[in-house]
C-alpha cells in the first residue's frame, strides 16, 4: 500500500494554551516550540496575536527561535487581526497566516450578526491580504461540520481562488461521528472544483471522547494536514492528541498509511515539558503517555507480560520515550511477579519462601496501594531464614509505584 506524508500541524501553544489552566509565559512558550520542532512536527501555531501584546509577542519571539517547521499565527477575517498576525510573524523562516470564519448558521446568526454573504466576502478579503504578506495562507471554517453544505463548499472554492493553500475544516464543538467526519471530507474535497490547489486539513475537538478517530476518518477520507496539541490539550475537552494520532498511524501503519516526520521517541518528553511548564499533570491512564500506559499490575497480565511482552503491549514504551515498561506490584499482582522483583532484588528464594512472601504481600497490598522495595525486603527478612543474595539490580525508577523492567 502506498502511504502519503502528512502535514503535522501543532497547536499547543494556540488551541492548548488558551484552554484554562494552560497557559505558558513566553520563555516557556518558546522552550516548548524548540521541543516541537525538535519533535519533528510540520507546522507550529504559536498563538493568535490579536488576542493580547503577550501573545503577539510571544509569536515573535516563537518565530525568532524555530528554524525549520513552518510557524503560523491565528487571525479572523479583519484586516487589523491579519496585520498584527503578520508583524508577529516577521522574523520567522517560513511564516503562515491562519485566518478564519465561522460557516455554520448558528455562529453567523447567533454569534457574528452576519449574512452568509458578508461573511463569504470578509473570508475573501481576509485570504487576499493575508496573501499580501505571504504565500503560505491557512484558511479555517470554524463550525465547517455543522455547516449548511452547499454553502461551506461555495466558501471553500472561493478561498482556494483568492489564495488559500491549506482548507482547514475543524469540527469545533467534537459532535460528529468518524463515520460522518469521512463522508463529510469525501463530499467536500468532490465538490470544490479547485479542491485540488490546496490541501486540506482537520482540527477535531474530543467533546465525545472521539477527537483522534475523527481525525483519522478525515485522514482516510483525503485530509492531508492533521492537526492536534501535546497530551491532547485544547479548549473544553481538548483536540486531537498528537501522540495518539501518531502512534496510531504508527502501530497500524497496515490500516493507516500515512507518514509523518514525527521522531516518535521524543514523544514522551514533549508530554513530560508541557505537564511539567503548565503544572497540569497527565492523566495515569492517557494512552501513550500517561504514568499506566505501559504499566502492568494484574497477575495474569504481569505473568504474560514476562513470558512475552507483545501479550499486553501493542508497542515498545521505548518508542515513545517511555524508559520502560512497570510491572506494578499491588494487590493484584502475581507469584510470578514477586517472585521476579525478588530475583531482582537478588533474592534467591526457595517454593516454600516464596509462598510466604507471596502472602504476606498480597496482605499488605490491601492496606497499602504499592509496595515498594522496602516492603518486600522486609517481608523477606521476616519471612525467610537465609534468602539468598545475589548482586541487587538497580530499582526501576518510576516515581510511583514499584518499577521494573521486563
Ligand atoms: O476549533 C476551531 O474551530 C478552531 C479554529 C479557530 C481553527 O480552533
Ligand atoms: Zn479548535
Redesign the pocket.
Known sequence: MATCRLVVFD?TL??GEQAPGFSLRIDEKIRLALQLEALGVDVIEAGFPIASDDDAEAVRRVALAIGRPIVAA?ARCAPHDIDRAAWSLAPARRPRI?T?IATSDLHLERKLRMSRGAALEAAVAGVVRARGYTDDVQF?A???TRSDPDYLCRVIEAVISAGATTI?L?D?VGYCTPDEVAEFFRSVIGRVPNADRAVFST?C?DDLGLAVANSLAALGAGARQV?CTINGIG?RAGNASLEEVIMATRVRADRLPFETGVETGGLYASSQLLSALTGEAVQSNKAIVGRNAFAHEAGIHQDGMLKDRRTYEIMRPEDVGVPRTTLVLGKHSGRHAVQKRCEQLGYMLSRQDLDRVYRRMTALADTKKHIVDDDLDAIVAEECDHPRRAVREPAGGQEAGYGFGV
Open positions: 497547536t494556540r488551541d491565528l491562519h478564519f479555517s470554524e463550525d465547517a482547514n475543524p469545533t482540527h475537538h492537526e479548549e
